[in-house]
């Protein structure tokens, strides 16, 4: 069975610019997650999706991130305009029918 | 705030039994005991998840002690690839509809 799939791996940007991250969950995880890794932390939760609604964006800078998940499936998370302080890795999670989440490799991304 | 203190670091043999320990005495009755690692530059990766019972699968043995407020995972035989920082974690339900907030965990090191 394959993971949750995320791309780029790495991402190095210069402030300003905007950046979008991809995340394919595990095939028929209804439940998809997007958490923030500053260095030496654990993984923050920025939002959460139940198909394709976000029941939980409390944690999301909304001012410059968005996020969205078409058709319930994959989803997007981008930061427009990026600042230095966001430089941390993405990581993007799924579950299926409130059973344990998985995680991605992450994405890490570098703002200059 | 994270429910769950454990120690910031552990050391162990490889080959022998890894027990690592985690408090968490304000558990409530209906939150389960999460296991979680993070291997150096990788997503957290799953590992088990308990309610009151002793759990077991391929990866790692889960003890719950009767009064809930504290727990051990135990490595049988750990391996060089065991070294990761674990995370123990408490949450409500099964835990696909709830946010994961992870501690600072803790760094096992297996040894040659």
């Known amino acids: 069975e394959a993971g949750v799939v995320q791309s780029p791996r790495y991402k190095i940007i210069e402030k300003k610019q905007p950046v979008a991250f991809w995340c394919n969950p595990i095939?028929?995880?209804?439940?998809l997650y997007w958490y923030l890794q500053n260095l030496g932390q654990g993984p923050e939760l920025l939002i959460r999706y139940e198909n394709e609604e976000a029941v939980d964006d409390s944690q999301l800078p909304k001012d410059r991130f968005s996020a969205e998940r078409l058709k319930g499936v994959d989803s997007t998370l981008k930061i427009q305009p990026a600042e230095l302080g966001d430089s941390a890795v993405y990581l993007c999670a799924s579950s299926i029918n409130k059973g344990p989440q998985f995680f991605g490799p992450g994405t890490r991304l570098t703002v200059l | 705030d994270a429910k769950t203190t454990q120690p910031p670091s552990m050391d162990c043999a490889e080959g022998r039994a890894a027990n690592l320990p985690c408090n968490h005495s304000?558990?409530?009755?209906?939150?389960?005991v999460y296991w979680y690692r993070q291997i150096h530059s990788q997503g957290p990766q799953y590992i088990i998840h308990g309610l009151k019972n002793n759990e077991t699968n391929e990866m790692a043995s889960l003890i719950i002690t009767e009064d809930r407020k504290s727990s051990t995972l135990i490595l049988p035989h750990a391996t060089l690839r065991d070294t990761a920082v674990y995370y123990c974690?408490?949450?409500?339900?099964?835990?696909?509809?709830?946010?994961?907030?992870f501690g600072k965990g803790m760094k096992l090191t297996v040894n040659p």
């Open positions: 974690i408490v949450m409500m339900g099964q835990g696909g509809s709830e946010k994961l907030v």
């Open positions: 095939s028929g995880h209804n439940t």
């Open positions: 304000t558990i409530s009755g209906n939150e389960y």
